[in-house]
């Protein structure tokens, strides 16, 4: 089973940019398809992107406007979510997760890290 650690969050700035990344470790990586999600204060969890083993296949949530970017590197068993003009309602704490399928559906995912902090100051 895939394991996962998420980092890169921090505070930035409206407009600014982060890079989050999650490193993963397990024998399944190379054939999971990873997902990153958010959950702010007092909100459910919302889809922010997925991509497929192969990373020939790409969702992103319909609030992320081509603002950010997700990419795997399957040799260092990493996934990254490039995050650009950002706004103060993507702060949240982002989890990287894993699911054996390529779903946007968190249900589906049965692997989660624990999160990272990203706060977006106006």
């Known amino acids: 089973q895939v394991q996962l650690a998420e980092s890169g969050g921090g505070l930035v700035q409206a407009g600014g940019s982060l890079r989050l990344s999650c490193i993963a470790s397990?024998?399944?990586?190379?054939?999971?398809?990873l997902g990153w999600f958010r959950q702010a204060p007092t909100k459910g969890r919302e889809f922010v992107a997925a991509i497929s083993w192969s990373g020939d296949d790409i969702l992103y949530g319909s609030f992320v406007q081509g603002r950010f970017i997700i990419s795997r590197d399957n040799a260092k068993k990493t996934v990254h979510l490039q995050m650009s003009n950002l706004k103060p309602e993507d702060t949240a704490v982002y989890y990287c997760a894993a699911a054996p399928v390529f779903v946007l559906n968190s249900e589906r995912y049965d692997t989660w890290g624990q999160g990272t902090q990203v706060t977006v100051s106006s």
């Open positions: 397990g024998p399944t990586f190379n054939t999971s398809t």
